[in-house]
């Protein structure tokens, strides 16, 4: 069965300065991989998601993630956040297999705070 | 604004009661889900449906039933609530039939089971 970790938790950033957000994951073949991001009180919104090729994908708002197969991550980056970041960020993984179609597995979350 | 719709917003529910939430999709797609989301898990899926007709186990199904009468449709019901269904819980949808398809959440329903 596949897994996601998202290492960190709580993530405190300036305003204008760059993002970084980790996620591992474990899967026996390359998985489907994507980030949502939920704003307050709110539902969860595709960022991007990778499921073959160029391993750089782009997504909305801003941000990109890489897939690094040697490192079994796909850590979400934006080089500018603005204060409307400020949100929780899921990474979640999905299996190349019938049985598991549409099971994506999701990270614990992690907490983004912009400050001015 | 086509999407998906949950009802209620929020519910708070005496243990031992029967609660159906309720979840609508306009976008005529073929697969729903339900999720639950608590603090420090991230969303546990509880059960989904492929299509009108069929519905599955989720990750945590236990305590849980749902139905799919029709493609618009998928309720949530909870026949005995207890204490530990206390969460935030999302209806989702997909085109479907495909894992590449993106999931599509609603605004989600916050219970309180007391």
């Known amino acids: 069965a596949q897994s996601v970790t998202q290492p960190d938790i709580h993530i405190t950033v300036s305003e204008g300065a760059s993002l970084e957000l980790r996620c591992n994951y474990s899967?026996?073949?390359?998985?489907?991989l994507f980030w949502y991001v939920q704003s307050p009180g709110q539902g969860l919104q595709l960022l991007l998601k990778y499921f073959s090729g160029d391993t750089l994908v782009q997504g909305i708002k801003g941000f990109e993630a890489e897939f690094k197969r040697s490192q079994s991550s796909f850590n979400l980056r934006k080089p500018s956040v603005h204060w409307s970041d400020a949100a929780e960020y899921f990474c979640?993984?999905?299996?190349?297999?019938?049985?598991?179609?549409?099971?994506?597995?999701f990270g614990a979350g992690t907490q983004v705070v912009v400050t001015p | 604004i086509a999407g998906i719709t949950q009802a209620p917003t929020s519910q708070i529910l005496a243990a031992g009661r029967r609660m159906t939430l309720r979840c609508t999709q306009d976008?005529?797609?073929?697969?729903m889900y339900w999720y639950r989301q608590d603090l420090g898990l991230g969303l546990r899926l509880i059960h989904y449906s492929n299509t009108a007709g069929t519905t599955g186990k989720g990750e945590v199904p236990d305590g849980y039933s749902v139905s799919r009468a029709n493609t618009d449709d998928f309720p949530l019901t909870l026949a005995s609530a207890v204490p530990s269904q206390t969460s935030v819980y999302f209806c989702a949808s997909s085109r479907g039939l495909s894992d590449t398809d993106t999931q599509y959440f609603g605004p989600g329903t916050r219970l309180t089971v007391l």
């Open positions: 979640a993984v999905g299996a190349r297999t019938t049985d598991s179609w549409g099971k994506l597995q």
């Open positions: 976008m005529r797609h073929n697969a």
């Open positions: 899967y026996g073949a390359t998985p489907y």
